[in-house]
């Protein structure tokens, strides 16, 4: 962060303050272990704890000011009615002090490595900053834009949500030059509804974008691609399915766990080898391949980005394990990803008498739908081709229920240390083996007892 003044962030989030002394300020905190001497305290309230009561502690460790809802007795404040909202509120005050491409990235999947993928393309060419992690709440996005400094040209922001009103909320405060939106699945479907909430929840990302910010869209999506006749601004579309995308993939082969794609755009066409396999993944690059051409990056430099990328420990990630070959894909889930991990496992050719095994957890935050995606996954045509399916968990059972119907080999248990067992049973050298399931149901637990923590 940058050095601000101390009165100018009391202007930027509306508080009233008695402190006479302005001096500068580089570091805003939300929490007491992260304090430096200097820095303004955020005091935050949540579910299991409220930073009004660490305010004395701050200032011991070397807090200056704090921003609060109420006075602290004897320690300066800046009194606001919501500190998130004043979070908010001065990193959208700050991130206004830059000139810089900053790139809004949501959907119900894929948010991540696409950040990932556009982050590495613009980094060809600008001094990038990005979303760390999955710090794409109101927390964690005012954090990630007061990180910019004046050596950035760029910032690729993620934005995720829960509910109506929170893309809005995120979008006003970082001001997207031009946007992504990955897909519209079922996540969050619990609170939103249906597919259609979905939609309008993510297109609240155009609220903090100007009229003439051009928004990047996934032409496959069935909801998505009407939007390129529908609103009234520039949308850039990429597709595999669709021929009619901006930016399509075409002559599709896999060679040695990598893909190799020709993107047609513009009447030109550029070959793009990309470090992993999947639909999804090549989807991704296309958004990240067409970010970086509206953003002044050179063909060959998005090439040679999109050639380093890596995948995250716990997503979809391939390594070998002794003899064993596994995916790591259990950060999170939901139908489309669930589908796209399994279309992942099918597709890995290792040798010809390997076989394919499912371990697959729970979807959760489905709602009252949850019943039912389950039982979608377990009808997928993928799953023919699956030589042992594993469930765990108490919605699973449901995957595993209609998997049966298939005639496909299933074993469902809801015990973490029977799914161990089971697993070190069956086995074999040459196994490929997908773990796959929501975080919550903490798969890479069973992967270290099975093969070793990292």
């Known amino acids: 962060m940058e050095k601000i003044l101390l009165s100018d962030i009391a202007k930027a989030v509306g508080g009233t303050t008695s402190i006479d002394k302005d001096i500068d300020i580089d570091t805003i905190c939300t929490d007491t272990r992260q304090i430096t001497d200097g820095c303004v305290f955020l005091a935050i309230r949540g579910d299991r704890f409220d930073g009004h009561d660490f305010v004395g502690y701050a200032f011991e460790k070397g807090a200056v000011a704090a921003i609060t809802e109420k006075q ?39 948010k991540t490595t696409t950040k990932e993928m556009i982050a590495l393309v613009l980094s060809e060419k600008y ?61 969050h479907i619990e609170s939103l509804k249906t597919q259609e909430g979905i939609l309008k929840a993510k297109l609240e990302i155009l609220s903090g974008m100007r009229e003439d910010a051009p928004l ?8 998505l691609s009407p939007l ?24 599709i082969h896999e060679v040695n766990s990598s893909t190799v794609f020709t993107v047609k755009y513009q009447d030109k066409l550029a070959e793009v080898i990309l470090p992993c396999i999947g639909k999804h993944n090549i989807l991704n690059a296309l958004s990240a391949f067409c970010i970086g051409i509206n953003s002044g990056v050179t063909e060959t430099e998005i090439i040679n980005a999109l050639k380093k990328y890596k995948p995250d420990e716990l997503r979809q990630n391939i390594v070998k394990k002794g003899e064993q070959t596994i995916i790591i894909d259990c950060y999170n889930a939901s139908p489309d990803s669930m589908k796209a991990s ?4 099918l597709q890995i050719k290792i040798n010809c008498g390997e076989r394919k095994i499912a371990v697959l957890g729970d979807m959760l935050e489905l709602g009252e739908m949850s019943r039912q995606l389950h039982e979608n996954i377990g009808r997928l045509p993928e799953m023919s081709s699956v ?3 594993f ?20 074993k469902h248990t809801s015990d973490k240390n029977r799914l161990i067992n089971e697993l070190k049973a069956y086995l074999k050298p040459e196994d490929v083996v997908l773990f796959k399931g929501s975080r919550g149901m903490h798969l ?9 923590v990292n």
């Open 72 to 110: 602290v007795e004897n320690y300066p404040c800046i009194i606001v009615n919501d500190t998130r909202k004043a979070f908010l509120e001065l990193s959208k005050y700050y991130r206004e002090l830059f000139n810089l491409i900053l790139v809004g990235v949501t959907g119900s999947v894929g």
């Open 127 to 187: 001094k990038t900053l990005k979303t760390k992690g999955n710090l794409n709440n109101e927390i964690g996005l005012p954090k990630t834009l007061l990180d910019i400094n004046k050596e950035h040209r760029a910032a690729v922001i993620e934005m995720g949500m829960s509910g109506f009103g929170e893309i809005e909320r995120l979008s006003n405060a970082a001001l997207p030059t031009i946007s992504v939106i990955t897909n519209i699945g079922f996540s």
């Open 216 to 223: 990047v869209i996934n032409a496959d999506d069935k909801f």
């Open 228 to 251: 390129k006749e529908t609103l009234a601004r520039t949308v850039f579309t990429y597709g595999i399915e669709n021929k009619t995308a901006d930016y399509l993939a075409e002559n």
């Open 342 to 345: 399994l279309s992942v496992l």
């Open 387 to 389: 030589d042992m399916l």
């Open 391 to 410: 469930t765990y968990g108490n919605e699973s059972e449901y995957i595993s229920n209609k998997a049966k119907e298939l005639g496909i080999r299933v």
């Open 444 to 452: 890479e637990e069973v992967i270290d007892e099975l093969y070793g």
